[in-house]
């Protein structure tokens, strides 16, 4: 590994509080620094390490955001929490944070104070890190003609930072761009195996590249640094499946989404009134009053929903045969119907452990998902749904 000069910033809401010192060509520094801030309506914190350059802007290292509802929950009575924290993409930072005065979920009211921005200032606000489904982007200047690997279209300018792009992958997109990303980023730190097990559960994009090296005849560019494919032969990589053209380098950072068009499945997420960052993991808790209200409906074939429905199906008139599969939210049974003896496969999902892992808006995109292809006739579509007390 090479070695770094790091130093840590502290942000509270996004907002900077506090840098340490830089430590020189080392890996593991000490700091031993203390920073106070008085906090009023505060959400999160944010650790950022980054390597002090002599030239241009410094570059980003690793990150990690710490919610205050999730330090209280952890210090207990003491108010303090200690201990070693993940960085993402990769490595560890110990802090001792201690939590004084009082608590309220309400929004308090209060002046909001204006201060004249330095030039200290002015780059702390530029080296913002946006993190949207494990992706870290930050403002960046482009020196060559770059295309977005969102929309595929150019991204236009000359002075001042014309992109995003992620600090972990690499991958390039526009401004406007960064909060469609429906992908996870492949460099993403995976510390916990049963994080990761419960993760492959939801809903994802897993569809893997097919690459070969191939020769271009004429200027192609990466479809996910957005850069040029320099070399007049053996420029880079196709997939066999999807045409899409990527650097050698990149190939290890391009998300499995063979024959997915982002673009549209973020339009389709945004018709539903959803943003594709909530779709991640990390995403919100729902509240209980969602799950009761759009577990009660339920589709009939054709296009007309029939909000009686639910009323008229239920286990009774289910008969249960075989399991046909298991997963760590609940089964998939083939059961037959006691009046048509038509066979179906049905869902059974544990409401507990939907509700305990934050996937209850999953759940909604997945029926969701499913009721949009119920007239497709080579699809699976849904039929009806309901739930038990």
């Not at 009761?292 to 054709?302: A, E, I, P, T, Y």
Request: net charge positive; with cysteine.
């Amino acid at each position: 590994y090479q070695l770094l000069d790091p130093y840590v910033t502290v942000s509270v809401d996004q907002v900077r509080v506090g840098q340490t010192s830089t430590k020189q060509k080392t890996n593991k520094p000490t700091y031993n620094e203390e920073f106070s801030a008085t906090v009023t309506d505060g959400h999160q914190i944010e650790l950022s390490v980054f390597h002090d350059t002599p030239i241009g802007y410094d570059d980003f290292v690793a990150n990690c955001t710490l919610h205050f509802q999730d330090l209280l929950r952890s210090a207990g009575p003491s108010d303090s929490f200690e201990g070693w924290v993940d960085l993402e993409p990769e490595g560890k930072v110990f802090v001792v944070i201690t939590l004084t005065g009082s608590f309220t979920e309400g929004t308090l009211q209060r002046d909001r104070v204006f201060k004249n921005l330095t030039r200290k200032r002015q780059r702390a606000m530029r080296r913002r890190v946006h993190q949207v489904n494990g992706h870290k982007f930050m403002a960046t200047y482009l020196r060559q003609p770059t295309y977005c690997s969102h929309c595929r279209e150019f991204i236009w300018g000359v002075f001042g930072k014309q992109g995003y792009q992620c600090q972990v992958c690499t991958c390039v997109v526009h401004k406007r761009c960064h909060h469609l990303i429906v992908t996870a980023c492949t460099c993403q730190n995976s510390t916990n195996k049963a994080d990761l097990k419960v993760t492959e559960q939801r809903f994802g994009i897993n569809i893997p590249h097919k690459f070969s090296v191939h020769n271009y005849k004429v200027p192609t560019f990466c479809d996910h640094c957005g850069s040029l494919l320099w070399g007049i032969m053996r420029q880079g990589l196709q997939c066999k499946i999807c045409k899409m053209n990527v650097h050698i380098r990149c190939q290890a950072n391009v998300a499995p989404n063979c024959g997915v068009n982002s673009a549209e499945l973020a339009k389709t997420l945004a018709c539903m009134g959803l943003q594709p960052g909530s779709i991640s993991p990390n995403s919100k808790l729902v509240a209980r009053s969602t799950l009761r209200h759009q577990g009660k409906g339920s589709l009939k074939d054709g296009n007309n929903v029939s909000e009686s429905s639910a009323s008229k199906l239920g286990i009774k008139d289910l008969t249960f045969l075989r399991v046909l599969g298991k997963g760590s939210f609940g089964k998939v049974m083939l059961a037959k119907m006691k009046e048509s003896g038509q066979l179906y496969a049905v869902k059974v999902l544990k409401k507990d452990v939907i509700l305990q892992d934050d996937d209850v808006e999953c759940t909604m995109t997945e029926k969701r998902i499913l009721s949009l292809a119920r007239n497709h006739p080579f699809l699976t579509k849904l039929y009806c749904c309901f739930q038990t007390p």
